[in-house]
Antibody, heavy 117, light 107 residues
């Protein structure tokens, strides 16, 4: 079975950094494009970033470009989202997802990031 | 960026009803559209991809269609498990964008 497990969320202050991880199993990770999607409390879904299977192609939403860095370690079946200069508006549940063709067919359970002073 | 305009934002329906949710893209997306269902506190679940392809394991009462830049998710014979929020998403161009969501409530 495909499993995605996010970790690393928590409460941080504005301007702080945080690194999220997503550990994958049950599929050929290195061949799979992956993405991060977030959801602010009570709001809709917002696409954050996507990465190709080999890690060479990475795309970002304008709202996070220059502050967030998406990377992967295919030897450990793990994704990373390095989030710097965090803002209150980055408060959300962050989901990692598997993208077989641009859409997301499997999602993790999410990890909550709260940015507040 | 491609804007996805989803309507209605809320829909009240009864078990057994046929419901339709619409998503309009601001430009052509060549049917690169997905539909997701989300229940409170849970991750989204893929229902439809490529506008009308049913994801494996999803009941056949769910269907998707398209007409140009307008896309429709239909649920025929609404079941108690279908009361949830539904989102469309285009994946033709980056940044990928979602519709605002449609909450299907019990009438």
């Amino acid at each position: 079975d495909v499993r995605l497990l996010e970790s690393g969320g928590g409460l941080v202050q504005p301007g702080d950094s945080l690194r999220l991880s997503c550990t994958a199993s049950g599929f050929t990770f290195s061949r799979s494009d992956m993405s991060w999607v977030r959801q602010a409390p009570g709001k809709g879904l917002e696409w954050v970033s996507a990465i190709s299977g080999d890690g060479r192609n990475i795309y970002y939403a304008d709202s996070v470009r220059g502050r967030f860095t998406f990377s992967r370690d295919n030897s450990k079946n793990t994704l990373f989202l390095q989030m710097n200069s965090l803002r209150a508006e980055d408060t959300a549940v962050y989901y990692c997802a598997k993208d077989p063709g641009g859409y997301s067919d499997y999602w993790g359970q999410g990890t909550l990031v709260t940015v507040s002073s | 960026d491609i804007q996805m305009t989803q309507s209605p934002s809320t829909l009240s329906a009864s078990v057994g009803d046929r419901v339709t949710i619409t998503c309009r893209a601001s430009q052509t997306i060549n049917n690169y559209l997905a539909w997701y269902q989300q229940k409170p506190g849970k991750a989204p679940k893929l229902l439809i991809y490529k506008a009308s392809s049913l994801e494996s394991g999803v009941p056949s009462r769910f269907s998707g269609s398209e007409s140009g830049t307008e896309f429709t998710l239909s649920i025929s014979g609404l079941q108690p498990d279908d009361f949830a929020t539904y989102y469309c998403q285009q994946y033709w161009r980056y940044p990928r964008t979602f519709g605002q969501g449609t909450k299907v409530e019990i009438k």
